[in-house]
């Protein structure tokens, strides 16, 4: 793989995750907030969660810390979500 395609596609996968719409919806509220509100709370639960200091390590005892990092800002983006009147959008093949 040439040199450049490696940023390059690094920077096209995270534009792609970044215009994902929310996992929530609001009926009530037009589409426009529901990506606001989920930033809001997304933002919340990772100062909520208070983040990981121990780097990209390869240890197990890393890996066990960010996944547990994960669950919590998870758990805390969904309370929030739920707080203010969302449910979870349907998965495309009804999961």
């Known amino acids: 793989m040439k040199p450049i395609l490696l940023p390059l596609s690094l920077v096209l996968l995270l534009a792609a995750c970044s215009a994902a ?3 929530w919806k609001n009926t009530d509220l037009p589409k426009e907030q529901w990506a606001r509100d989920w930033s809001a709370c997304k933002r919340f639960a990772e100062r909520r969660a208070g983040g990981y200091d121990g780097g990209e390590g390869g240890s197990p005892l890393d890996a066990y810390d960010r996944i547990q990092i994960k669950r919590r800002v998870d758990a805390e983006v969904a309370s929030c979500m739920i707080d203010r009147g969302y449910v979870p959008e ?5 999961q």
């Open 21 to 23: 719409q929310p996992p």
């Open 90 to 94: 349907k998965k495309a093949g009804g």
